[in-house]
């Protein structure tokens, strides 16, 4: 009698097995070995498009100080100038809802130069690596592209 209790309490434990584990295990390893690069590869893509959007902004910040003060600010007032009177009149800003101008999204700071190259003025992100030209993750998102 005493046998059979002691084997009755052994079915009433609950758990699951080393196998039953395991099998679990590796089918969440291979669900994240399938899943995990398709979401990092839309991080990236949320990123570019991020500085892009940010990009526009600035632009938009600069095409109203260029209404207000009658010119782009230099290169050397940077774009600080949109969030800080350069020691201009008729300076009407702050032309950013936010009191810092944003770093992009690999937080580094937006490369800015006026007159530009490429228009009145060239706004650049160099993307992951921080240095002109690349692919993927690190390609230059630009102003006039």
């Given at each position: 009698?005493?046998?059979?209790?002691?084997?009755?309490?052994?079915?009433?434990?609950?758990?699951?097995?080393?196998?039953?584990?395991?099998?679990?295990?590796?089918?969440?390893?291979?669900?994240?070995?399938?899943v995990?690069?398709k979401?990092?590869?839309?991080?990236?893509?949320?990123?570019?498009?991020?500085?892009?959007?940010?990009?526009?902004?600035?632009?938009?910040?600069?095409?109203?100080?260029?209404?207000?003060?009658?010119?782009?600010p230099?290169?050397?007032?940077?774009?600080?100038?949109?969030?800080?009177?350069?020691?201009v009149?008729?300076?009407?800003?702050?032309?950013?809802?936010?009191?810092?101008?944003?770093?992009?999204?690999w937080?580094?700071?937006?490369?800015?130069?006026?007159?530009?190259?490429?228009?009145?003025?060239?706004i650049?992100?160099?993307?992951?690596d921080?240095?002109?030209?690349?692919?993927?993750?690190?390609?230059?998102?630009n102003?006039?592209e």
């Open positions: 009698m005493k046998l059979v209790k002691k084997l009755l309490m052994l079915e009433d434990r609950r758990g699951f097995t080393l196998i039953e584990l395991l099998v679990v295990m590796i089918i969440l390893g291979l669900l994240a070995a399938l995990g690069p979401l990092i590869g839309n991080v990236d893509k949320a990123k570019i498009k991020a500085a892009k959007a940010q990009i526009e902004l600035l632009s938009q910040g600069l095409d109203q100080f260029r209404l207000d003060v009658g010119r782009f230099s290169t050397a007032e940077g774009l600080q100038a949109l969030v800080a009177n350069p020691g009149e008729d300076w009407e800003g702050p032309y950013l809802k936010k009191p810092t101008v944003p770093k992009d999204s937080n580094k700071e937006y490369a800015y130069k006026s007159p530009g190259t490429h228009g009145d003025y060239d650049s992100s160099y993307g992951a921080g240095q002109e030209g690349g692919s993927k993750e690190n390609q230059d998102i102003s006039w």
